[in-house]
């Protein structure tokens, strides 16, 4: 069982920047960052495996850049130009799911299959 925690959320101003942590209790091979606005369903937004190597969806490419630690088991996600439509709750989310699975999964299909750990949630609001 891996128990994950974030922290970071926040209100800010668009072209603003946050930075969003997830500690988690152990380790696995694939992590990710997953988003749900008011009203719309559940978004993958980036996946890491355990190889450090990120993918992200479109609409955040160049502004958003996710990382890990390994040594801390701590996974981030730098957030810069943000924009009023990244508003929404912030999931880190965890999985045993080898690399190509962990980036379709997230960001090709946008679903959450093999995601058995996460993480309560931080909110992120940003303001026009």
């Known amino acids: 069982q891996v128990q994950l925690v974030e922290s970071g959320g926040g209100s800010v101003q668009a072209g603003g920047s946050l930075r969003l942590s997830c500690a988690a209790s152990g380790s696995t091979n694939c992590m990710a960052w997953f988003r749900q606005a008011p009203g719309k369903e559940r978004e993958g937004v980036t996946a890491?495996?355990?190889?450090?190597?990120?993918t992200y969806i479109d609409s955040v490419k160049g502004r958003f850049t996710a990382s890990k630690d390994n040594a801390k088991n701590t996974l981030y996600l730098q957030m810069n130009s943000l924009k009023p439509e990244d508003t929404a709750m912030y999931y880190c989310?965890?999985?045993?799911?080898?690399?190509?699975?962990?980036?379709?999964?997230?960001?090709?299909?946008?679903?959450?299959?093999?995601?058995?750990?996460w993480g309560q949630g931080t909110q992120v609001t940003v303001s026009s």
């Open positions: 989310a965890a999985g045993h799911l080898e690399a190509i699975k962990c980036h379709m999964t997230v960001v090709a299909a946008g679903t959450s299959e093999g995601f058995g750990y």
């Open positions: 890491i495996d355990s190889d450090g190597y990120a």
